[in-house]
């Protein structure tokens, strides 16, 4: 899969310079999608509220500025969605990603879609795996196709921080928990739960024990640890291919129900060993193209801190990608 950065970072500014950009984050209560949008987009999202209320985007801020800039005044909407597993509130979830997704597309704007998750014993959550299957496949872009390869991102969130920094266990537990999102599904059992559409656009975010439960808080704000913030900012904003949306069609929540959800959970692990082979097979692939990625990164950081220093004079700052930190 080729990253195509380069590409996909000069069209997210001409995005940025024009109709705008959507970022939707997805995923479950608990996740920290509220604190993570908090610290990436410059203003508060309201953590802790109840779904069944409607998207929690940030309408009580950026409703009052002119084209729905963000907090640091990009030309952004930050949204952020529930996943689909929790089988109380999916179907308020699906019509809330759904309305979400087709806000972008009504409004003429680009979006950038990310599914925000954390780790169960360092292990990958089948449900969430669904969820980023039930949302990728129902959309139609403009030209017709449906979403490629990197068409995504994952963040994994709540990290702790000696698995971050420690390169024996990156080593030992990257793989396993990357491999269900980036194997060529086509090349695998119909029956096997991973990724239908692989993505390479895979961060993780340390936790900060200090803030763990303070509302609205902003990470690493003046902890002298910025640059996690400023690496992730990077990958969210500029990383990835803008994608223009044509059609959304109705989610599936029937596919996250909780007998489904248990018969996959069993399933997930009968497959588990059989799947650590494969993605054993895979590594060294898969290093090499992160490592041309990085080398990507290295190669045009300086064009974008020039860039970046140039959209500010049009309200919009473009965060300056530094290498290694949280993207793993």
């Known amino acids: 899969m080729a990253s195509n950065f380069r590409r996909h970072a000069e069209k997210t500014t001409q995005f940025l310079e024009g109709n705008g950009l959507d970022i939707i984050f997805i995923g479950n209560p608990g996740v920290g999608k509220s604190t993570l949008g908090s610290t990436v987009s410059g203003n508060n999202f309201e953590s802790g509220v109840s779904f069944g209320e409607g998207l929690t985007v940030m309408k009580e801020v950026h409703h009052d500025m002119k084209k ?130 692989p993505t390479d656009r895979i961060a993780y975010f340390p936790e900060e024990d200090a803030s763990r439960y303070e509302p609205n808080v902003k990470l690493f704000n003046s902890s002298g640890l910025k640059k996690y913030v400023d690496e992730l900012e990077h990958f969210i904003i500029l990383e990835g291919e803008p994608l223009q949306i044509e059609k959304v069609d109705k989610l599936d929540v029937e596919a996250a129900n909780a007998n489904r959800l248990e018969k996959m959970q069993q399933h997930f692990m009968d497959q588990q060993k059989r799947m650590y082979e494969e993605f054993d097979k895979k590594r060294e692939e898969w290093a090499k193209r992160e490592k041309a990625l990085e080398d990507e990164r290295d190669n045009y950081k300086n064009k974008w801190l020039e860039q970046g220093k140039k959209l500010v004079g049009k309200a919009v700052a473009v965060a300056t990608p530094r290498k290694g930190c949280a993207i793993l």
């Open 68 to 197: 729905g800039d963000d907090g640091k005044l990009r030309n952004i909407r930050w949204i952020d969605t529930p996943g689909l597993a929790d089988t109380k509130m999916r179907r308020q979830a699906a019509k809330e990603i759904e309305d979400a997704l087709r806000q972008g597309m009504d409004r003429g704007r680009a979006v950038k879609i990310y599914f925000i998750q954390t780790l169960d014993c360092g292990r990958t959550r089948p449900a969430d795996i669904l969820t980023v299957n039930e949302v990728m496949t129902n959309i139609t872009l403009a030209d017709g196709s449906k979403p490629g390869p990197n068409s995504y991102g994952i963040i994994f969130n709540k990290i702790p921080f000696h698995w971050i920094k420690d390169t024996k266990i990156h080593n030992q537990l990257k793989s396993k928990i990357e491999g269900y999102y980036k194997i060529n599904s086509e090349e695998m059992d119909p029956d096997v739960v991973c990724a239908k559409i």
